[in-house]
């Protein structure tokens, strides 16, 4: 029974109001986006995790989203290589904090391979790994046999409109898989049980699973129904001003 007990989260910087964005919603408010992370922090410290909160970092914007920059599996962490140019170094930043948890068992994406860890969605010992603007076939390729180096496994799937993988699909354990959009239908998903979530609540498709909790966004009634349903704690967090910079709710922590 897969069992987080670490979690890591980086203080968002002033200069988030910067990040990266393809979402036209405006630019964030960043008094509002550092109560929202607080809001994030406080729903972690329900899921019985020890928690590590590293400094804000003005030099990266978009630093907050530590997802993208490493993968942490139960037997080794792979550095990864971000596809977005101005990311590049956060994992120079967040590589000690991440490290120290695995000695000796520290892998690296390397160039020309690029891989943002919100490409990537663990179920049991396989990872599902999307082919995006962020994450190439080079790095995925590598991706998997850093994996299979390990004893796990990884596949390729192939996106067509979100950013990121993890954009439009959340594994919630227990054979439940939420999906949005072009993931409802792929074949590689069909013999988990695919929880639909409707296209005006696709945001929502974005959740984590930690420990029996699901932490989603607010203000999305027919998901969290959906994800009740099912038995699990539902904690809603404010992500609004993260979705003005594509981030969504697994995008600001790391769970090992």
Request: overall charge negative; some cysteine; proline content about 5%.
């Amino acid at each position: 029974m897969l069992r987080f007990k670490h979690i890591i989260a980086r203080t968002p910087c002033k200069a988030l109001v910067d990040g990266l964005t393809s979402a036209n919603l405006g630019k964030p408010d960043y008094q509002k986006a550092l109560d929202q992370h607080n809001d994030y922090i406080r729903a972690l410290q329900q899921c019985d995790v020890d928690i590590t909160i590293l400094p804000p970092d003005e030099k990266f914007p978009d630093s907050v989203f530590v997802e993208d920059t490493a993968l942490c599996t139960p037997h080794c962490v792979i550095i990864t290589r971000p596809g977005a140019e101005s990311r590049r170094q956060e994992t120079e930043i967040i590589e000690e904090s991440v490290t120290r948890f695995y000695p000796k068992k520290v892998e690296r994406i390397t160039a020309p391979g690029t891989v943002e860890a919100g490409d990537i969605m663990m179920v049991g010992s396989h990872y599902y790994i999307g082919l995006s603007a962020r994450t190439n076939q080079d790095g995925a390729n590598q991706m998997i046999t850093i994996l299979e180096k390990y004893g796990l496994t990884g596949s390729i799937v192939t996106l067509e409109k979100v950013l990121h993988l993890k954009t439009g699909l959340a594994y919630l354990e227990n054979n439940n898989l939420l999906a949005a959009g072009e993931f409802i239908t792929k074949p590689e998903f069909q013999h988990l049980n695919i929880i639909e979530i409707p296209q005006q609540e696709s945001y929502a498709a974005n959740c984590i699973w930690v420990n029996g909790n699901v932490i989603m966004p607010s203000g999305y009634p027919i998901t969290k129904s959906k994800i009740a349903a099912l038995g699990y704690n539902v904690i809603e967090v404010d992500t609004s001003e993260y979705r003005k910079i594509d981030g969504g709710v697994s995008c600001m922590s790391l769970r090992f």
